[in-house]
């Protein structure tokens, strides 16, 4: 006979959703395993021996979903702000990137892990290399994350077969684990930085290994520019010509698009990871959220790297998103509360991949977030979905669950040595600066 872990929450405020119209159940929700097994008003009988925690004062939601990002980069915090993206990619970041080690992709992606647990991302994507470094970082500290090894083109054919290679024996090594908390996805870089032979090769791989597919796209108008005149094309459609929306894809920033392109995206079910701070930050642009969610595409929110946000906490993205929109289209009911929640939710577990997580509904994975309610910015109680959007902040998570375990608790992270990750973060930028 196998046992379970079974438990319960009592006297919490519970967000669940149908769709973007969220409703809070006061009562309890049942635990067993990795699954939410109840959430109502009541205990269902027969449960009373469980163990209760009392969720009294705080306000309960899906673990948020970062879905996009490059965790490591958090060493790179500061290191080049208030640049164009092709200048602090090409004079500050490659440069740094290109002197990095394992160990140092191992301290960056603690340091970011730390960062998103404890403001209560439960689930991210990433895209870097040394990515079993942040591989080792998510088996230990109990998050769930879509990893894959970004693979950029400009370089010899022997060089790009080798980044290939890697790249598919990292997702064949981690699919799967972690308890099933790894998944992984096939990455080119980008269309500029991936030629089109090479970008062919790559969706080839993700077919083969029954992969998903993830890329930076339509970032800046530059790039947009310059991927018509390389190859005739606005990257949208350079994307559907050499296949790679003929996997389930999802492409972080889609800034400039035009209408045709919105149509392409939905057609093919493709995701977007709208990067709101980021994209405000190096000037990029704004993205048509409200065009795209019009047309039925699922935009999801990502931090992307800490060196261009220059923070983790989703928030803010979820703040971000409702307010610029609004801003930009002159529509104060554009993205409104509930909709950015879902952006920052159940939208982000689709973008990602994901299933199972995402909503508080039963049957789904437990990963849960806990805010602290008994804080003058979330007074009066009264639409506690406005108040998580427009008032909240990462520093008002609690506790975090995921996976049924409980990962931070008080606001302080059970997985991972905080004191430890902070004094070998600030060693490794040091000696990375000076190698
Ligand atoms: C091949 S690993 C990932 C690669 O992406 C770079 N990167 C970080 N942020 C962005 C961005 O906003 N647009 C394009 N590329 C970005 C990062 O520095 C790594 O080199
Ligand atoms: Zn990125």
Redesign the pocket.
Same mark, same amino acid.
């Given at each position: 006979m196998t046992t379970t872990n079974k438990w319960a929450i009592h006297n919490g405020k519970f967000a669940v959703n149908e769709g973007a119209t969220w409703t809070i159940v006061q009562g309890y929700m049942v635990i067993e395993d990795d699954k939410i097994v109840h959430i109502g008003e009541t205990l269902p009988e027969g449960n009373e021996h469980l163990t209760l925690v009392d969720g009294k004062g705080l306000l309960f939601l899906p673990g948020l979903i970062n879905t996009? @990002? $490059?965790a490591a980069m958090s060493l790179l915090r500061g290191h080049g702000d208030d640049l164009a993206l092709q200048v602090w990619l090409q004079e500050k970041m490659w440069p740094m990137e290109a002197k990095m080690t394992s160990e140092d992709v191992y301290w960056g992606a603690s340091l970011s892990v730390l960062e998103m647990l404890k403001g209560g991302t439960t689930a991210f994507l990433d895209?870097y290399d040394h990515m079993d470094q942040v591989a080792k970082v998510v088996e230990q500290s109990g998050a769930r994350a879509a990893l894959a090894r970004g693979v950029i083109g400009l370089c010899s054919e022997e060089e790009q077969m080798r980044k290939l290679e890697e790249s598919a024996a990292f997702a064949r090594q981690w699919n799967g684990q972690a308890a099933g908390r790894i998944t992984t996805v096939i990455s080119p870089h980008a269309p500029y930085t991936c030629p089109p032979d090479y970008i062919e090769k790559l969706v080839q791989v993700a077919h083969d290994l029954d992969l998903p597919l993830h890329t $930076?796209m339509s970032e800046t108008l530059r790039e947009v520019e310059q991927n018509v005149t390389d190859y005739g094309l606005r990257p949208v459609a350079h994307l559907e010509k050499h296949g790679f929306f003929s996997r389930p894809s999802m492409v972080?920033h889609a800034v400039h698009l035009n209408d045709e392109e919105i149509e392409i995206l939905a057609r093919h079910d493709v995701a977007v990871s709208h990067n709101p701070g980021s994209n405000l930050k190096l000037a990029s642009g704004v993205a048509r959220v409200p065009a795209l969610l019009k047309a039925g595409v699922t935009v999801s929110l990502g931090t992307? @790297?800490p060196a261009s946000n220059n923070n983790l906490d989703m928030f803010e993205e979820m703040r971000l998103a409702a307010l610029i929109h609004k801003g930009v289209s002159g529509d104060p009911t554009a993205v409104p509360a509930g909709e950015a929640l879902l952006l920052g939710t159940g939208y982000g577990a689709k973008s990602i991949f994901l299933n199972d997580t995402g909503s508080l509904k039963v049957g789904m994975k437990a990963d849960f977030i806990a805010l602290n309610i008994e804080q003058a910015h979330f007074y009066p109680h009264t639409d506690l979905i406005s108040h998580t959007i427009y008032s909240a902040s990462a520093k008002d998570v609690e506790h975090v669950w995921v996976d049924g375990k409980q990962v931070v608790k008080h606001g302080e992270c059970l997985t991972l040595d905080e004191e430890r990750i902070l004094r070998e973060a600030q060693r490794t930028f040091d000696q990375l600066l000076a190698r």
């Open positions: 996009h @990002g $490059h895209m $930076h972080a992307d @790297g």
